[in-house]
């Protein structure tokens, strides 16, 4: 290196280290670090707030939800007052019959709704639902023990979950105590089908599959099921004589049940008149003492609400009528939220979405949804129920579908399953006719009608 290059390399690093003296005086801006994680102190958060809700969704509500619905939607929009929610007051089944008569875009169809889980599979299979977060949405609320092994699970198709828990509902027994006690019947103690010599006593409207289902779950008779091969099968498409003898005590006793109320010429086995037997009978002063029946029943203007209200009714699990030594079960079932699928690419109303669902169903708010909706929380415990103000009669009813919703199966979501109402109904009442001799005859029916059904579904 010459020495005109050196002197030029040092006259540079003179100047360097001179404008480096010049910025000393400048204040140091830059936080000094120890080397520690600071932590803070104790009060403060280092959590980012929550972003803001917002957008414009709509719900669906029946009208004595509205109110419930209403208070929901003002503590959300009191804290997200970008987000703005409409209540579209429309019964549910109302509601489904609009989206299964046009489709989801319909500006008559709300962003989120009630779906009963026997059409989940329907809507799902014609892209109507949108995906939810559930597994997120259930750790937040609480309560479940569980997810997928409750309603929850049934509501997945592939990865996604397409509904959210609203209720969880099974069938029930009510006793109207006056008749029992009229008729010197202790009815604490179950009551036994094959054991009654009046007809009336017991009122079960068996030619109706949703309430045939129980005896046949009883005796573990498949009405329709599938196989761990995915393959459809049904009890009844098998013959009379490779029944258990579980399956055929039930069975025998179902035809024992039709064959009595045929000798004592009741009009319980017409698709028409037995629903007016059965309420004439299980009015106070009637022969009627215990019919199986949803919770429901207790609302509105039917023979179950008046007993009630007359305090003539006492409340018990689905298993305090037993069929050939067999308790009773039914389903089960219950009711969804979901979204609908056309929202489901804008970010901001998929969120305002589930925060509504999130609150309609917050388990804070058990007592008052049951009260609004008559609605059932899968993740809310009995007690939480029995410590409220609830009526004595609202408590039984909560406290019976629990018990009798645990010692149920669930209920089949496959659309295929909608062929055995009739199939059922339909070869049951056709037993007036025919007058089966024995059971194996009444079977026969059965048999034919159950296997034309398989046939139709290509099993």
Not at 301 to 329: R, S
Request: net charge negative.
């Amino acid at each position: 290196m010459n020495k005109k290059l050196k002197s030029l390399l040092a006259l540079m690093l003179a100047l360097v280290l001179v404008l480096a003296a010049c910025g000393g005086d400048k204040p140091n801006t830059e936080t000094p670090t120890t080397g520690e994680e600071e932590k803070p102190t104790e009060g403060e958060t280092t959590e980012t707030p929550a972003a803001k809700l917002k957008g414009e969704i709509s719900v669906q509500a029946e009208e004595p939800w509205v109110a419930y619905y209403q208070k929901a939607i003002d503590k959300i929009v009191a804290e997200n007052p970008d987000a703005k929610i409409n209540i579209k007051t429309v019964g549910s089944f109302d509601h489904i019959g609009v989206i299964e008569s046009t489709d989801a875009t319909n500006q008559d169809v709300a962003d989120v709704f009630a779906l009963p889980a026997d059409r989940f599979t329907g809507f799902a299979d014609n892209d109507i639902l949108a995906a939810l977060d559930a597994q997120a949405m259930a750790r937040e609320l609480g309560g479940f023990a569980d997810y997928d092994a409750g309603l929850g699970g049934n509501l997945k198709v592939g990865d996604d979950y397409l509904a959210f828990p609203f209720n969880i509902e099974t069938l029930v027994t009510f006793v109207n105590t006056k008749n029992a006690e009229a008729a010197g019947t202790d009815h604490t103690k179950p009551y036994e089908l094959t054991e009654q010599k009046d007809a009336a006593t017991v009122l079960l409207p068996l030619f109706d599959a949703w309430f045939g289902v129980a005896p046949n779950n009883a005796g573990g008779i498949e009405l329709l099921a599938k196989d761990d091969d995915g393959k459809f099968v049904s009890t009844y498409a098998a013959p009379y004589d490779g029944l258990t003898a579980d399956q055929k005590a039930v069975f025998d006793a179902i035809y024992g049940y039709w064959k009595l109320n045929k000798d004592a010429a009741t009009t319980l086995f017409d698709a028409e008149a037995g629903w007016g037997y059965i309420d004439h009978e299980f009015t106070a002063g009637g022969k009627g003492q215990i019919r199986l029946e949803g919770p429901w029943a207790t609302s509105g203007d039917g023979i179950i609400a008046k007993e009630v209200a007359a305090g003539n009714v006492a409340v018990y699990p689905i298993g305090h009528i037993t069929i050939g030594g067999k308790p009773l079960t039914h389903w089960q079932g219950g009711w969804t939220l979901a979204v609908n699928s056309r929202i489901e690419e804008d970010a901001d109303k998929m969120a305002l979405a589930t925060a509504l669902i999130k609150e309609l169903v917050n388990p804070a708010n058990a007592v008052e949804l049951y009260k609004a909706t008559g609605k059932i929380l899968e993740n809310v415990t009995v007690d939480v129920y029995e410590a409220s103000d609830l009526t004595d009669v609202d408590k039984s009813v909560i406290k019976n579908v629990l018990e009798s919703y645990k010692v149920s199966p669930p209920r089949p979501l496959f659309k295929e399953y909608g062929q055995v109402w009739d199939t059922w109904k339909n070869a049951v009442l056709s037993w007036n006719s025919v007058n089966p001799a024995d059971p194996a005859a009444a079977y026969e029916q059965l048999n034919a009608s159950f296997t034309s059904m398989m046939q139709q579904i290509g099993q």
